[in-house]
């Protein structure tokens, strides 16, 4: 392998090498849209479970609203329990 210098231009990949990094960009390519695509499958998750969390929160604060103003003040008192510890 010839010596670099800093003002010489690095000489062409051989075709092995070539073969090589086409194949490692090929690879991240796949693996980027793998896990694009399983980003987008946990979104919608999230939106389903929010979708049902926001359902259970307003019927429970319906059908029983001051036990659910007393799980909000416990919630709330220990989030400012862990908070300032």
Do not use: C
């Amino acid at each position: 392998m010839a010596a670099m210098y800093p003002n010489q231009a690095p000489s062409r990949p051989t075709n092995g090498a070539a073969e090589t990094l086409a194949g490692i960009a090929d690879a991240v390519g796949r693996t980027a849209h793998s896990v694009a695509e399983e980003g987008r499958e946990v979104g919608d998750q999230v939106m389903a479970v929010t979708g049902n969390l926001k359902s259970v929160v307003v019927r429970s604060i319906k059908e029983q609203p001051l036990t659910t103003l007393a799980v909000t003040v416990g919630i709330g008192f220990l989030i400012g329990a862990f908070w300032k510890s």
